[in-house]
């Protein structure tokens, strides 16, 4: 299973909640040059939803590649 872990840097502030929450942070992620945040590494990720749960800002996002496929066919659906 192929995990995405997905931050929006317009809306990441660099709090680095998700930094300090993450069990395994030193190995997924990474700061910018801006101070942002953003996922290097996401095999070590095991969507224990830690990350998304702290961020107050909501710019986190972590999905399965099968739930991205899935949100995309309701999408689809939807557009019907
Ligand atoms: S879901 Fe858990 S393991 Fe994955 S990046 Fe977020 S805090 Fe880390
Ligand atoms: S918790 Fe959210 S706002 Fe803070 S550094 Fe992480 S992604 Fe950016």
Redesign the pocket.
């Known amino acids: 299973m192929t995990i995405e872990v997905i931050?929006?840097r317009d809306?990441?502030?660099?709090?680095?909640?998700?930094?300090a929450v993450c069990p395994k942070a030193g190995k997924i992620?990474k700061k910018d040059k801006n101070g942002?945040?953003y996922a290097y590494d996401t095999k070590f990720c095991f969507k224990c939803y830690a990350?998304t749960g702290?961020?107050?800002?909501n710019?986190?996002i972590v999905r399965s590649k099968e739930e991205e496929k899935n949100e995309n066919k309701n999408k689809e659906k939807i557009k019907l």
């Open positions: 931050v929006d809306k990441c502030t660099g709090c680095g909640k998700c930094y992620f942002k945040y990350c702290r961020c107050p800002v710019a986190i």
